[in-house]
């Protein structure tokens, strides 16, 4: 066949067909494989959130203006500094400074709509290990060692008040 000569019919489907399996295909292993659950391979920066002692990891997809119905509880442990704020995990170490209520596993899950709390360390309070759930946040609240407020600390480039992020694999 030369460069100008017409494809007929038949060639045309099966040129066509062949194409279109590669990109299913193609399509099919890139989503089986998504890369290595960090981020890397797809231009999104992931955080770590705290569930009941497991470190899950997780990323904003939207911000919201209004407190979502229904929601989940998220607190920041902070120390009122910019030192607080990931990616390091500030002031709760262990890689987090995100302590949430619930997870995919369980019953009250809501799929990532937080409500945002401040857990504010008290002054000259350090914690010795990383609170990693919300148990371990409220018991820290009722010893004096950290306030709860619902909203985001008064901290430049904290995170908002409400938004979705889905916990998406564990870190």
Known sequence: MTPNTPLSRRRLLRTSGAALAALTVGAGTAAANPGRGDGSSNGKSFGRVWVDGTLWRTN?????????????DIYFVNDGTPASLPPNGGVNGGGSPFVSESDPGDADWNGGQWVHYSARLVDGVTLDEPLTSEAEVLAAADDGRL????????????????FVCPLNGRA
């Open 60 to 72: 904003v997809v939207n911000v919201l203006d209004e407190e979502p119905e229904p929601n989940d």
């Open 147 to 162: 306030t709860v407020s619902k909203g985001r600390p008064a901290i430049e480039n904290a995170p908002p008040n409400f």
